[in-house]
Nanobody, 115 residues
Framework: QVRLVESGGGLVQAGGSLRLSCAASGSISSSNAMGWYRQAPGKQRELVATITSSGSTNYADSVKGRFTISRENAKNTVYLQMNSLKPEDTAVYYC?????????WGQGTQVTVSS
């Protein structure tokens, strides 16, 4: 059993910042990657950022230089620091835990950026 609980979403003005957190519990290994995806209304879910157990990161081009993913293995927690937010960043943000055999998903947290 794996449970992922996101927090930190909300409403922010363009140019502002938010920090998302995702706490993982259950059968978790820090040797597996974790990440964030997002889904805007009427659009497909898309990758935002991932981080491996060693700290290697990967970002969508649309968020490079603005978002930073990090993790705290001792707490089984992954973070997404989002700066210089734009209205097009508005979406439900989902945390993922990524062992080799499948992805686990959180319930999502809404981020709304007003212009």
């Amino acid at each position: 059993q794996v449970r992922l609980v996101e927090s930190g979403g909300g409403l922010v003005q363009a140019g502002g910042s938010l920090r998302l957190s995702c706490a993982a519990s259950g059968s978790i290994s820090s040797s597996n990657a974790m990440g964030w995806y997002r889904q805007a209304p009427g659009k497909q879910r898309e990758l935002v950022a991932t981080i491996t157990s060693s700290g290697s990161t990967n970002y969508a081009d649309s968020v490079k230089g603005r978002f930073t993913i990090s993790r705290e293995n001792a707490k089984n927690t992954v973070y997404l620091q989002m700066n210089s937010l734009k209205p097009e960043d508005t979406a439900v943000y989902y945390c993922t835990y990524q062992p080799a055999w499948r992805y686990y998903w959180g319930q999502g947290t809404q981020v709304t950026v007003s212009s």
